[in-house]
């Protein structure tokens, strides 16, 4: 009789719910076994469901390339509500049909594994371009008006000379010659557009980690910008940085009684 280690071996192989073999496996009343059975299962189970949110999550995309368009964008943006620090866009083309185990809205992936999706993206990506507005500029042009110019200026950094023949773009419309389409939601409907989010957001985190040294006692490595209790009473306590947005309350005030 095979021992449980070596029958774990064996369903380690089984990557189908209906496969045959399953039920000799249950005829073998161990315990063990019948937890292995159970365990790899489910992870069989949580494969598919995962294949298939990916699959859904690919549909804007699958429409397009019967379309004929090969280098399609996704467009996102990370840091409209901050209180400090830029906006940031991301542009990123992913391969046809290229499926990223736990991509998804960068808000609903968990904070830990961020760099890890991050990385993968990048790696897979065929390009990546990055467009950032700073503080100034939003107070300039407003923060709708500067989400746009960073959305452009991603498009117009991407990498490796390679231009989108169709933009996927997160809730904007933008102002360039290239077919696109505004999707509402669309880092959780679109796997490319989900790409930029992450993308944008690791970006950002880390422009702010590094803003954290240069002006602590804001809690911009923790909060990133945005008006936290820790962050209000350093505004409060030592008053606006260069980073911060003057035409953002409660910092215009705060900054008309300096």
């Given at each position: 009789?095979?021992?449980?280690?070596?029958?774990?071996?064996?369903?380690?192989?089984?990557?189908?719910?209906?496969?045959?073999?399953?039920?000799?496996?249950?005829?073998?009343?161990?315990?063990?076994?019948?937890?292995?059975?159970?365990?790899?299962?489910?992870a069989i189970?949580?494969?598919?469901d995962?294949?298939?949110?990916?699959?859904?999550?690919?549909?804007?995309?699958?429409?397009?390339?019967?379309?004929?368009y090969?280098?399609?964008?996704?467009?996102?943006?990370?840091?409209?509500?901050?209180?400090a620090?830029?906006?940031?866009?991301?542009?990123?083309?992913?391969?046809?049909?290229?499926?990223?185990?736990?991509?998804?809205?960068?808000?609903?992936?968990?904070?830990?594994?961020?760099?890890?999706?991050?990385?993968?993206?990048?790696?897979?990506?065929?390009?990546?371009?990055?467009?950032?507005?700073?503080?100034?500029?939003?107070?300039?042009?407003?923060?709708?008006?500067?989400?746009?110019?960073?959305?452009?200026?991603?498009?117009?950094?991407?990498?490796?000379?390679?231009?989108?023949?169709?933009?996927?773009?997160?809730?904007?419309?933008?102002?360039?010659?290239?077919?696109?389409?505004?999707?509402?939601?669309?880092?959780?409907?679109?796997?490319?557009?989900?790409?930029?989010?992450?993308?944008?957001?690791?970006?950002?985190?880390?422009?702010?980690?590094?803003?954290?040294?240069?002006?602590?006692?804001?809690?911009?490595?923790?909060?990133?910008g945005y008006?936290?209790?820790?962050?209000?009473?350093?505004?409060k306590?030592?008053?606006?940085?260069?980073?911060?947005?003057?035409?953002?309350?409660?910092?215009?005030?705060?900054?008309?009684?300096?």
């Amino acid at each position: 009789m095979a021992t449980i280690k070596e029958i774990k071996k064996e369903l380690a192989l089984l990557d189908s719910l209906d496969d045959p073999q399953w039920q000799v496996f249950k005829e073998d009343s161990r315990r063990g076994v019948q937890q292995a059975i159970q365990q790899r299962q489910k992870a069989i189970q949580t494969k598919q469901d995962e294949d298939a949110r990916l699959e859904s999550m690919l549909s804007y995309e699958k429409a397009l390339y019967d379309q004929g368009y090969n280098m399609i964008a996704g467009i996102d943006e990370v840091g409209r509500g901050p209180l400090a620090g830029p906006v940031v866009a991301a542009c990123v083309i992913l391969p046809s049909n290229e499926k990223i185990t736990g991509l998804n809205d960068s808000k609903k992936i968990p904070k830990a594994k961020h760099k890890m999706v991050y990385q993968e993206v990048m790696d897979k990506a065929l390009a990546v371009g990055i467009g950032i507005m700073d503080n100034e500029m939003i107070d300039q042009v407003n923060i709708y008006e500067a989400t746009k110019l960073a959305m452009i200026e991603a498009v117009t950094n991407l990498s490796k000379d390679i231009t989108p023949d169709y933009l996927l773009i997160d809730a904007m419309t933008l102002n360039l010659d290239i077919p696109q389409k505004s999707i509402i939601k669309g880092d959780a409907n679109s796997l490319s557009i989900a790409a930029a989010s992450i993308v944008a957001k690791v970006t950002r985190d880390q422009m702010m980690v590094d803003f954290d040294k240069t002006y602590p006692g804001y809690g911009f490595a923790q909060n990133a910008g945005y008006g936290t209790k820790v962050h209000i009473e350093g505004l409060k306590q030592q008053g606006i940085t260069p980073i911060h947005r003057r035409s953002f309350e409660p910092v215009k005030s705060l900054g008309s009684n300096l």
